[in-house]
C-alpha cells in the first residue's frame, strides 16, 4: 500500500464521524450525561490515544442497541472476527508506510471488539500487546509502562488454560484460540520478550497439532524463537522438520527468510545468499493465486535481503562491485514502489556502506566518496518527500515514528559523509598553508600547475569539498528543527556532527595553530620535548590592516571552537543519559583534542571519559563472550541475547521486563554504566591516588596519555595522607599501529612458549629448573619489558614532569593507579622504570570502573549489604576454640578488609602437594590472623560441586591457589553470573600444571581465559581487587607465592598494590621444594623471579585488618 492509498483510509476523520452519530435520547438525562462523556473521552493527541482506555459505562452506551447505526453490537455489526482482521490488515498497512500513530483508534475499536462481541480474552490481550508495541516504537514510555502491566496476562496463564478446556470440548473455538496464542507469540517476540513467547508458542500446542500447515507454522515459530534466543542447532532442527511440500507463498517467504538468518548466524553467509536467491526464483516461477501487490511485496523484501546480505557479507560470487551496486539500487525502487519506505532506507544506508567500504587506494576512495554522497543525496531527497507526506497526515509532532527516524538517520548519514570527505581536505589544506608560507610564489605556481593533472575524480573531490562546509552546516541546522522529538542516539549524532562541522571550520580559520598540534605530537613520538615551535615565516612587523585582519580571523575562530566545544558536550551528554557509548567517545575525544592545549584539566576528563566509554564496551562485549555456552533459561542470557538483537539501534536499553530483576540479582550492567558527569569521579578517590591513563585511538594511531589531576580524597576511610600536588598533563602522540601489533605479539608468544614449557616439564614429572630453555625466555621477558618501554617512552617522559615527588615516607603511601586500554594491558606496564621509586603500582580498566569499585565498597560499608561486624563476630564465636583476629591499624589512605571474613581454596583436585603443603604452612604459621579464616584444601575437603562457587561469592576476601586457570574449573558464563560484589580482595594463583592436571583439562575441554580477559570478567562479577599472575607459573612457584604474600599482607600489614609490587621488585632467592613427594630438589624454583610478575587490577589499597 503506498502512503497516499494509506492516508486514504487514514482513522482519523472515522473518529470524528463517529463521535457526531453517537447520539443517545435527548429526553434521557442520564443519556445526555453519557453523551458529554463519550464526547470528552475522546482523546485529541497522539500520546492521549496511547493512554487512553474506554471506560465501562461509556461501553455500554456502545452496546445499546437503541444507538442503531453507531451502536458497536451484534446487531451492526454482524461478523466480528472479520471486522478484526480488517482493522488489523489496515493497521499492519498504516505501520508499513509510516503512519504509525493513526493505528491507536483502530486500535481502541479492536480491544472493543474483542472484550464485547467476540468475549476472547486472550484476543484481548494480544491488543494490549500490540499496543505496547506501538508505544515502545514511538517511545511513549509512560503510556509503555501502563501497557506493559498486560504482559503478564499473555502466555499460557490461568485463563488461558481454562479457555483451551472449554475450546477443547466445543471444538468448534480450538483453532481460533490457537491463531490468537500465534499473534500473542508473535508480538512478544517484537517486544524482546522471550520467555512469554514460548510460553505461548507452547499454549498453541497444546491446542492440537491441528491441520499439516499449522504443523509446519508451529514448527517454524519454533525455529524462529531458537534463532532470536541464540540456539542455532535447534533452529535448524525445526527448519529441517518441516516437510519439503507445496507451500503458500506467503509461508514459503517467511520460511525463506527464517532460513537465510539461521545461516547468516552459523556463519554460512554464501549458503544463505543462494538460498535467498532460490526462493526468489521460485516466488516469481509460481505466482498463481497471489495477489500482484503482496507478490510484490514479498518479492521486495526477499530481493532486499539477498542484495544486503551480499554486500554486508562479501559474498560476491561472480559478482562485480557495479552488480552488487545495481542490486541494491534495483531493491531500493521496488520497496519504495511498494510503500516500504522505511525499508529502503535501511537497504540505502547499506549500499553507502558498500560503496565506502571496497576501495583500494586515495583515487579509488575519492571516487566511492562521491558515489557514496551521490547516493545518499538521491535518498535526502526521497526522504524529504516522505517527511513532507507523513507530517501532512500526522500533525502532531510529539512523537518518534520509526520510518521518520529511519529518514533522519539517512539524512545524517549524508551530513557525515559530507563532514569525513571535508575533514580530510581541511587537514590537508591546514598542511598545504603551512607549507605554502614557506615556499617562494613560483615554487607555489609551478605545484598549482602540475596539480591539474591529477584523476578527474580527484579534482572533483576537491572542487567539492571547497564549498562543502557552509552546505553541510546549513543541511544540520535544517535537521535540529525537525528533530525536536527523536531518540538519543539520534539526537546525540546530530550534535556530534554539528561540533565537528564548527571544528573544521576553526580548523581552517587556524591553519597556522592546527599546524602547530599535529608537529607537537609528532616531536612527542620522535622524543623531541620543544614546545616553543614558530611554524610561520611572518615575523615581521604586522601592518595595522593586518593586525585588524588577525583581530578578526580570531574573534572568528574563538566563537568557533566555542560552538564546537558547546554542541560536542551536548552530544556527550545526550548520549550517555541515552546509552550510546559509541557517539559519546567520539564526542570525548574531540572534546579532548579541543581543549588539550588550553585546559589541560578538563582535557583530562574527557580523555578519562573517552576510556571509560571504551572500557565499557569492551566489558560489555566480554560479557557477551562469556555467555556463548550459557543455557538460555538463565535471565542474564536471555538479556544478553535480546541485547545483541537489538544492538542495530546504537542504543543499549534493556527492557524493563529484565532490567528490574536483573537489577536484583545481577552485578553486570552497574558495572557497565558510564557517568554523565565525569568530572565528579576524581573528588571520591582517596587523595593518596595518582592516575594515569594511557589510551589508543580507535584506529591506534595516536597514544594519548595524561596524569589526571589529584584528587581531593572525597569521602576516604581512615586517617588521609599528606597530600602532594600534582599538575594535571596531557599529551598526544602519533604512533604505528604495525609496531603495537609486533609488541603484542611478542608478549603472546612469551607467554605461550613458556606455558608450553611448564606444560612440557609437568608432563615429564620435571621440577621448575632454569635451563638454555628458560634463561632464553627470561631474556625475551626483558626484551619485552625494554621494548615496552621505549614505546611508551615519548608519553611516560612527557608525564613523568606531573608526577609528585615525594619523601620516602611518602612513597610508601603513594599509589600510582594506571588506567590502559586492552592493548597495553597485555604488556608489563609495572615493570616500567618510571615506576620503580613507588611501592604501589596497579592498573585498571577505566577510572568509571575504578570509582564503581570503590563506590560499591562505600555503599556496602554504610548499608550493611553484607554481614555486619556483629554477624561476623557471632559466626566467630561459634567455632569452639577459635579467637578473633587481633585489630590492626590501617595505614593512612587505605581501606580495611575484615581478616574474620576470609576464604581460600587450595588444590581442590589433590593433583599438587606442594601447594597444599604450603597452604597449610602459611595458615598454621600465621594462625593468630587466620584462625577464622574458612576454606578447602585437597580432595578430602573439596566441597561438593558448585558448593565452593557460594564460598567465594560470601567472603569479604578469596585466595584460589591451584593449577590450570579458574576459567577451567568455572565456565566463563557462571564467573560473569556469579554476584561477587561482597568480595573485596580476590588473589589468584594459579596457571601452573601437573601431568594429572593436564589431564583432566584435556578431557572436560575446559576453557582457556587469558589473564586480561579473566580480570574483566571478575570486575563484571563485583570484585573490587584481583590480583594474578602475569605469567604462567609452576606449582612451586605458586607455592613460594603463597608464603610470600601471605608475609607481605599479614605480617608486614601491606596493601595489596604494596604486596604485588614487593614481589615484582624483589629479588631472586633460591628455594629447594619438590613438586610432589618423592622428588628431591632436582631444580631450584625462584621466588618473585621475572617470570612470576604479579598484577593488580583495581583498588590497590585494601589492607587486611
Known sequence: ??????????????????????????????????????????????????????????????????????????????????????????????????????????????????????????????????????????????????????????????????????????????????????????????????????????????????????????????????????????????????????????????????????????????????????????????????????????????????????????????????????????????????????????????????????????????????????????????????????????????????????????????????????????????????????????????????????????????????????????????????????????????????????????????????????????????????????????????????????????????????????????????????????????????????????????????????????ASRVLYDTLQGSMKNAPTTTLLSTAMQVLLNTSSSGERTMPKLYSDELEQKHHAFRVLEVSSQPSLLLRDLPSNFTVIILQHSADRSYLYGGVLEKPSGGKAVGKQPAETSTQPIMCKVETDAKRLEALLSHARQLTEQLDKYLQQSAYHGQTFVMPDEISSLLLEYNELINATDTYLQPVISRLSKALPSVDAEQREEECVVLLADGYLLELPLEKLQAFDVYSSVSRDFSLQVLHHRLMSMRKDGRKGSGRSESQNKKKVDKKAGTKSAPGRAVAAGCLPVPLADVGYLADMHAECPTIADAMRTTLNHYHQYTANWEGFIGIAERPAAGAWEAVLADRKAFFYCGLEGLAAEVAPFKITQLALKECLLMILLDQGHTRESLLRTSRSHASSVDTVTLARMLTIAGVGCVTLNYLPASPAQNATHIQALMTELLENCRSAGQATQQLNLGMLVPDQTPDSPGQQGSGTAYRASACAAFICYGLPNLVLS
Request: glycine share 4%; net charge negative.
Open 1 to 614: 500500500m503506498s502512503l497516499k492509498a494509506a492516508t486514504m483510509t487514514a482513522p482519523e476523520n472515522m473518529r470524528v464521524k463517529a463521535v457526531k452519530s453517537t447520539t443517545v435520547p435527548h429526553d434521557s438525562k442520564s443519556g445526555a450525561i453519557l453523551q458529554k462523556k463519550i464526547s470528552e473521552a475522546i482523546p485529541s493527541t497522539t500520546i492521549e490515544w496511547a493512554e487512553f482506555a474506554i471506560s465501562d459505562d461509556v461501553l455500554d452506551v456502545l452496546d445499546n442497541s437503541v444507538l442503531e447505526s453507531s451502536a458497536i453490537s451484534l446487531e451492526t455489526i454482524l461478523n466480528p472476527r472479520l471486522s478484526f482482521d480488517v482493522l488489523s490488515s489496515l493497521i499492519d498497512s498504516l505501520q508499513d508506510v509510516g503512519l504509525t500513530p493513526l493505528c491507536f483508534p483502530l486500535l481502541t475499536l479492536q480491544q472493543v471488539l474483542a472484550s464485547r462481541l467476540i468475549g476472547l480474552k486472550p484476543l484481548s490481550v494480544f491488543v494490549s500487546l500490540k499496543i505496547l508495541k506501538i508505544c515502545q516504537d514511538l517511545h511513549l514510555l509512560k503510556a509503555a509502562d501502563y501497557w506493559s502491566e498486560y504482559v503478564k496476562l499473555a502466555g499460557l496463564t490461568a485463563d488461558t488454560t481454562a479457555s483451551i478446556k472449554v475450546a477443547a470440548a466445543t471444538k468448534h473455538s480450538l483453532p481460533e484460540l490457537q491463531e490468537v496464542m500465534l499473534m500473542q507469540m508473535d508480538v512478544l517476540t517484537e517486544l524482546n520478550y522471550y520467555p512469554m513467547a514460548r510460553q505461548c508458542l507452547e499454549a498453541a500446542a497444546s491446542c492440537g497439532s491441528g491441520t499439516t500447515l499449522m504443523q509446519e507454522r508451529l514448527l517454524l515459530k519454533r525455529a524462529r524463537l531458537a534463532l532470536l534466543e541464540g540456539i542455532i542447532p535447534d533452529a535448524f532442527g525445526y527448519l529441517n522438520a518441516i516437510p519439503k511440500t507445496k507451500k503458500s507463498k506467503k509461508f514459503f517467504a517467511e520460511y525463506i527468510t527464517v532460513y537465510a538468518d539461521t545461516l547468516l548466524a552459523a556463519g554460512e553467509c554464501s549458503q544463505a545468499a543462494r538460498a535467498i536467491a532460490d526462493g526468489i526464483k521460485a516466488l516469481v516461477a509460481k505466482h498463481s493465486g497471489m495477489e500482484a501487490q503482496q507478490l510484490d511485496i514479498l518479492i521486495a523484501t526477499l530481493s532486499a535481503k539477498h542484495a544486503c546480505v551480499i554486500a554486508q557479507t562479501a559474498q560476491h560470487g561472480d559478482l562485480t562491485r557495479t552488480e552488487i551496486s545495481s542490486l541494491l539500487h534495483e531493491s531500493t525502487a521496488r520497496l519504495v514502489k511498494v510503500g516500504h519506505v522505511s525499508n529502503a532506507f535501511d537497504v540505502t544506508r547499506i549500499h553507502a556502506k558498500y560503496l565506502l567500504h571496497y576501495r583500494s587506494n586515495e583515487t579509488s576512495m575519492h571516487q566511492a566518496q562521491l558515489e557514496a554522497r551521490c547516493l545518499l543525496e538521491a535518498a535526502c531527497e526521497v526522504a524529504d518527500g516522505f517527511l513532507q507526506e507523513v507530517f501532512s497526515v500526522v500533525k502532531s509532532n510529539d512523537v518518534q515514528i520509526p520510518a521518520v527516524l529511519k529518514a533522519m538517520q539517512i539524512k545524517l548519514d549524508h551530513c557525515s559523509l559530507s563532514l569525513e570527505m571535508l575533514e580530510m581536505w581541511t587537514k590537508n589544506f591546514v598542511k598545504q598553508s603551512v607549507e605554502k608560507s614557506k615556499k617562494d610564489l613560483v615554487q607555489v605556481i609551478l605545484e598549482e600547475y602540475t596539480e591539474r593533472e591529477k584523476p578527474e575524480s580527484v579534482i572533483e573531490w576537491n572542487h567539492l569539498c571547497r564549498t562543502l562546509g557552509d552546505a553541510t552546516l546549513c543541511n544540520l541546522l535544517n535537521i535540529e528543527k525537525q528533530m525536536k522529538h527523536c531518540t538519543p542516539a539520534l539526537k546525540s549524532r546530530l550534535y556530534l556532527l554539528l561540533g565537528k562541522c564548527k571544528r573544521l571550520a576553526y580548523m581552517k580559520e587556524t591553519p597556522q595553530e592546527e599546524s602547530s598540534r599535529a608537529t607537537r605530537a609528532v616531536q612527542y613520538s620522535t622524543g623531541s620535548q620543544s614546545e616553543d615551535l614558530d611554524c610561520g615565516s611572518n615575523a615581521h612587523k604586522v601592518p595595522s590592516m593586518e593586525k585588524f585582519k588577525m583581530v578578526k580571523q580570531f574573534i572568528i575562530s574563538q566563537q568557533l571552537l566555542i560552538d564546537a566545544s558547546n554542541h560536542l558536550q551536548e552530544a556527550c551528554s545526550i548520549a550517555l543519559d541515552g546509552k550510546c557509548l559509541e557517539i559519546a567517545a567520539i564526542a570525548a575525544l574531540d572534546l579532548f583534542d579541543l581543549h588539550y592545549n588550553y585546559d589541560e584539566k578538563l582535557a583530562g576528563i574527557y580523555l578519562a571519559l573517552y576510556q571509560s566509554c571504551q
